[in-house]
């Protein structure tokens, strides 16, 4: 199926914020090409989600009062697209002087526009998991750390910053573990823009013992590193699944809000829950 090439991205543009409802903003940037440098094709390595919050939702009722929600966003990873942070939040701020009689009736055209974004120009089709929730229910968000042992512990020289997946290694002599490893020192930047982006990454595995200073070196290498949130939760989970060899991997990052957004990638070797949406202190 033929997909017309996409408009020039909005990031790093002069840009009028609309206040009317207007599903064009959202821009689809496909997948394909950055997995296609990680040699992945059309069938997934892996499961996964991205996992977006959105801060800064509002629209006005039948009677003009406005009202609030924050909104929990779960992106299937199969989805042929991502959608690029400023169009999803330009998008977002359109609903601020638009209409809608309920809670409901926003969730619903919020799933129908991002299903419609997420899957264009696939043969195939999905959905977008969408959840509201009220101010009454603002108190039910949590806050708290990522788990694991930290591997920000370690007293060790770093001078590469750009990916070196060479770090990565591990002791196939030695008995198989089950380890929860974190570090709050992932930290890309906007291909785009440039500007910085922050995350703390959780990496859990069971396989030979991975080097835990490599690790690290391996994680702080992507400090100039240009990519988008979910490119560069693919290329380490890539780069730890083919240098590592572990029986299971998930690969979990949440990355600091920006313009009332957070996206916070996840991949995993083998079914299971996606992880719960705890906050971080930086988020």
């Known amino acids: 199926m033929h997909t017309p090439p996409p408009a020039p991205l909005l990031l790093g543009q002069p840009t009028a914020y609309p206040e009317r409802y207007d599903p064009a903003l959202l821009h689809p940037v496909p997948r394909a090409p950055k997995r296609a440098e990680l040699g992945i094709g059309a069938t997934l390595p892996f499961l996964g989600a991205d996992l977006w919050t959105a801060y800064e939702l509002s629209w006005l009722n039948a009677r003009g009062k406005p009202q609030v929600a924050l909104a929990h966003f779960t992106v299937p990873c199969e989805t042929p697209h991502l959608i690029e942070s400023k169009s999803f939040k330009l998008y977002l701020n359109s609903y601020n002087q638009s209409v809608y009689p309920s809670f409901e009736a926003v969730q619903q055209q919020l ?116 990519g988008f949130h979910e490119q560069c939760v693919e290329r380490i989970y890539q780069d730890i699944w083919q240098r590592c060899r572990p029986a299971k991997l998930s690969v979990y990052a949440r990355y600091t809000r920006r313009g009332g957004l957070d996206i916070n990638p996840w991949r995993s070797s083998h079914p299971q829950q996606p992880p719960e949406p705890v906050r971080t202190a930086r988020q």
């Open 111 to 226: 799933r129908q526009d991002l299903a419609e974004a997420l899957w264009r120009g696939s043969e195939r089709s999905g959905g977008v998991g969408v959840r509201l929730l009220r101010p009454s229910q603002f108190a039910q968000e949590r806050l708290g750390v990522l788990e694991g042992l930290s591997l920000d512990r370690l007293d060790l020289e770093c001078s590469d910053y750009q990916p070196a997946p060479q770090h990565l290694q591990a002791d196939a002599s030695q008995a198989v573990v089950q380890e929860v490893l974190c570090s709050e020192l992932l930290k890309s930047n906007c291909p785009v823009t440039g500007q910085p982006d922050w995350a703390s990454v959780q990496i859990a595995y069971s396989g030979a013992p991975i080097d835990q200073a490599g690790l690290l070196r391996y994680l702080v290498s992507f400090r100039q590193h240009s």
